[in-house]
């Protein structure tokens, strides 16, 4: 059984800081990671992927991916209340469909 | 661009009665899944097809479940009988083939079964 673990939170992190989402997966032939965010009542929205060791930005946010440590992170900097929302990890493990973690709750508090 | 289109975007039903939900996903992408999320499970795969074909149902419950994608541009999820359990909301996403592929989620079906 292939595993994305997120811890479920709330995380809550102060207007203008820097938020540290993490996730861990169980299978060390996953191929690529996607963060996703999800709004309250909405759909899930991608922010980013990566597959390749080491760092990506975009904008205020950065994936991190260590595969030999087997997690992935999203670093949102100078967070906005805007920020706050579910953060979904998902893995890709060689066969197109995405493993979803069950998703860490984000608060941005003004 | 569209985006995925779902519909009803709410259903509330009786148990035992038949339900189904459709999907149309962006033009051109050639995969569509069949996602159902739950605050317990999270978001959990229950199916997907490749060129209209099915590909992997093992995450479909029951045999209550089927899903059919008659044609590149329509997908539908139904469930009969349908039971309270099976309240959740369903999302249907698609993509282009490969496994660095984002999903673009359609806006959901909200379904109650009381």
């Known amino acids: 059984q292939k595993e994305v673990e997120q811890n479920s939170g709330p995380l809550s992190v102060p207007e203008g800081a820097i938020a540290s989402l993490n996730c861990t997966y169980s299978?060390?032939?996953?191929?690529?990671f996607f963060w996703y965010r999800q709004y309250s009542g909405k759909s899930p929205e991608l922010i980013m992927f990566i597959y390749s060791n080491g760092d990506k930005e975009d904008g205020r946010f950065t994936a991190q991916l260590n595969k030999a440590s087997q997690y992935v992170s999203l670093l949102i900097r100078d967070s906005q209340p805007s920020d706050s929302a579910t953060y979904l990890c998902?893995?890709?493990?060689?066969?197109?469909?995405?493993?979803f973690g069950t998703g860490t709750r984000l608060t941005i508090i003004p | 661009d569209a985006g995925v289109i779902q519909s009803p975007r709410h259903e509330v039903t009786e148990m035992g009665q038949e339900v189904t939900l459709r999907c149309k996903p962006i033009?051109?992408?050639?995969?569509l899944f069949w996602y159902r999320q739950t605050m317990m499970r999270g978001l959990e795969l229950l199916i997907y097809f490749n060129n209209n074909v099915p590909i992997d149902d093992s995450g479909m419950p029951e045999d209550r479940f089927s899903a059919k994608m008659p044609n590149a541009s329509f997908s539908t999820l139904k469930i009969q009988p349908s039971e309270p359990r099976d309240s959740a909301v369903y999302f249907c996403?698609?993509?282009?083939?490969?496994?660095?592929?984002?999903?673009?989620f359609g806006n959901g079906t909200r379904l109650t079964v009381t």
């Open positions: 299978d060390r032939g996953s191929q690529s």
């Open positions: 998902a893995g890709n493990f060689g066969n197109e469909k995405l493993t």
């Open positions: 033009s051109g992408h050639n995969s």
């Open positions: 996403a698609s993509s282009n083939r490969g496994d660095n592929s984002p999903l673009h």
